[in-house]
């Protein structure tokens, strides 16, 4: 394991550290989770926006129909 050195603003550092004590974990720990969840996130969404030019680039786009769907979806869920 190779270790990194980070200069973090005061206040994220105490929110690191006063979660870290809550929670029982190493300031080290909370790291490197939230740093292995981030990196999935961004892989998967970089797999997404690729897949999304190919279909671009082969002339595939949804429907008038599919985007007010989706908008519906979305907007129904947001009004809870």
């Known amino acids: ?3 990194i050195s980070l200069d973090l ?3 994220l550092s105490n929110s690191l550290a006063d979660l870290a004590k809550a929670s029982g974990q190493s300031v080290s720990y909370l790291a490197e989770d939230v740093l292995r969840d981030y990196i999935e996130h961004e892989r998967s969404l970089t797999a997404q926006i690729e897949l999304a030019v190919q279909e671009a680039d082969q002339g595939r786009f949804a429907t008038d129909a599919q985007v007010a769907a989706m908008r519906a ?3 129904s869920r947001n009004a809870d």
């Open 1 to 3: 394991m190779s270790g």
């Open 9 to 11: 603003p005061e206040d």
């Open 73 to 75: 979806r979305r907007w």
